[in-house]
T-cell receptor, first 111, second 111 residues
Framework: GENVEQHPSTLSVQEGDSAVIKCTYS??????FPWYKQELGKRPQLIIDIRSNVGEKKDQRIAVTLNKTAKHFSLHITETQPEDSAVYFCAASGSYGKLTFGQGTILTVHP | DTAVSQTPKYLVTQMGNDKSIKCEQNLGHDTMYWYKQDSKKFLKIMFSYNNKELIINETVPNRFSPKSPDKAHLNLHINSLELGDSAVYFCASSHQRDTQYFGPGTRLTVL
């Protein structure tokens, strides 16, 4: 089955800096890669996603890149703000929409 | 007007009891999921239904039994609760294999 590895497990940055979170996946048949943000005690919320026919996607301060050959994808957050502090999860989706999640990254943005 | 809702939000019960968690979505989606998030925040899929048909059934003890009375509802019944069942259970829904939207979660504590 699919295996998703996510790094780093914790990331601490100063406000205004950029943050990068990286994931690798094992199943070359996976074709959909969402990123979720989960604040403490809340539900995971989709922040951006990318499909396997696209190499990069951007939405304001957030961007995701996908390298299908190397089977890795990354989340980039620019100009970080304290409200970006949360746990971020990458995921890969294959057959039947089954999402396999990474282990999560705790992002802390210091004012 | 919550898109994906779950009840109850909190559930505290004794070992050996049987309990149910209910999920409803008003997004018109045809696919619903149950995820378990453990104390280390790891999110893992348990079940998925598409048009009331079970399509994903991960390695979950048979004490867990999902039921989908219609496309908008997916319930989770747990028999003979054990300490290790303590976790947050999230319901999610999607249109086929598209973006998954999560419910608010049910925090289950088994004493």
């Amino acid at each position: 089955g699919e295996n998703v590895e996510q790094h780093p497990s914790t990331l601490s940055v100063q406000e205004g800096d950029s943050a990068v979170i990286k994931c690798t996946y094992s199943d070359s048949a996976s074709n959909y890669f969402p990123w979720y943000k989960q604040e403490l005690g809340k539900r995971p919320q989709l922040i951006i996603d990318i499909r396997s026919n696209v190499g990069e996607k951007k939405d304001q301060r957030i961007a995701v890149t996908l390298n299908k050959t190397a089977k890795h994808f990354s989340l980039h957050i620019t100009e970080t703000q304290p409200e970006d502090s949360a746990v971020y999860f990458c995921a890969a989706s294959g057959s039947y929409g089954k999402l396999t999640f990474g282990q999560g990254t705790i992002l802390t943005v210091h004012p | 007007d919550t898109a994906v809702s779950q009840t109850p939000k909190y559930l505290v019960t004794q070992m050996g009891n049987d309990k149910s968690i209910k999920c409803e979505q008003n997004l018109g989606h045809d696919t619903m999921y149950w995820y378990k998030q453990d104390s280390k925040k790891f999110l893992k899929i348990m079940f998925s239904y598409n048009n009331k048909e079970l399509i994903i059934n991960e390695t979950v003890p048979n004490r867990f039994s999902p039921k989908s009375p219609d496309k908008a509802h997916l319930n989770l019944h747990i028999n003979s609760l054990e300490l290790g069942d303590s976790a947050v259970y999230f319901c999610a829904s999607s249109h086929q294999r598209d973006t998954q939207y999560f419910g608010p979660g049910t925090r289950l504590t088994v004493l």
